[in-house]
T-cell receptor, first 109, second 113 residues
Framework: DQQVKQNSPSLSVQEGRISILNCDYTNSMFDYFLWYKKYPAEGPTFLISISSIKDKNEDGRFTVFLNKSAKHLSLHIVPSQPGDSAVYFCAATPDQLTFGKGTKLSVIP | NAGVMQNPRHLVRRRGQEARLRCSPMKGHSHVYWYRQLPEEGLKFMVYLQKENIIDESGMPKERFSAEFPKEGPSILRIQQVVRGDSAAYFC???????????FGPGTRLTVT
């Protein structure tokens, strides 16, 4: 029973364009959401988070949007850079972190 | 300021052997979390510990797996009588207080042959 779903295993974007990574969840108890970024052979790195009382949080090139009625969140990266190429995990919690399977982003120079 | 350290980075065990994975949290962090990532899967929470206490082990398999975080020394994840299905990447994370924005180590890749 996958409570956090990232339906796109991979995404390719041209450098300078917008990257949009999507995440859906099923558990209405989730009240805090996070995005982690992971390079090969490294552990995940925290990127940005959002509480369920907000619908948007912005940090530099990264913006997370939350649509509670649709149980959907998305991560926007603008402009995308080659160094952004990594696997991005969506995570959610009311208690312990529940992760999605990840989306591999490739930013093409 | 060293990050979260895990060792070994790679561990090969034969079926039936024991695996011990170590995690040294960041300096000043007293909260440790262990996660497992199977191939093509996301990270799955296993256990949350504070110094000398297991706070939440709801993600730990009931048998063969145990974890500790002693007063002195690293946190240890122990897997007894390993089976092929235990082959995975095991990540440790730490935080100074209970946080969702956790700092992760590089992981230990366990291969059971």
């Amino acid at each position: 029973d996958q409570q956090v779903k990232q339906n796109s295993p991979s995404l390719s974007v041209q450098e300078g364009r917008i990257s949009i990574l999507n995440c859906d969840y099923t558990n209405s108890m989730f009240d805090y959401f996070l995005w982690y970024k992971k390079y090969p052979a490294e552990g995940p790195t925290f990127l940005i988070s959002i509480s369920s009382i907000k619908d948007k949080n912005e940090d530099g090139r990264f913006t997370v949007f939350l649509n509670k009625s649709a149980k959907h969140l998305s991560l926007h990266i603008v402009p995308s850079q080659p160094g952004d190429s990594a696997v991005y995990f969506c995570a959610a919690t009311p208690d312990q972190l529940t992760f999605g399977k990840g989306t591999k982003l490739s930013v093409i120079p | 300021n060293a990050g979260v350290m895990q060792n070994p980075r790679h561990l090969v065990r034969r079926r039936g052997q024991e695996a011990r994975l170590r995690c040294s949290p960041m300096k000043g962090h007293s909260h440790v979390y262990w996660y497992r990532q199977l191939p093509e899967e996301g990270l799955k929470f296993m256990v949350y510990l504070q110094k000398e206490n297991i706070i939440d082990e709801s993600g730990m398999p009931k048998e063969r797996f145990s974890a500790e975080f002693p007063k002195e020394g690293p946190s240890i994840l122990r897997i007894q009588q390993v089976v092929r299905g235990d082959s995975a990447a095991y990540f440790c994370a730490s935080s100074p207080v209970r946080l969702y924005e956790q700092y992760f180590g590089p992981g230990t890749r366990l291969t059971v042959t």
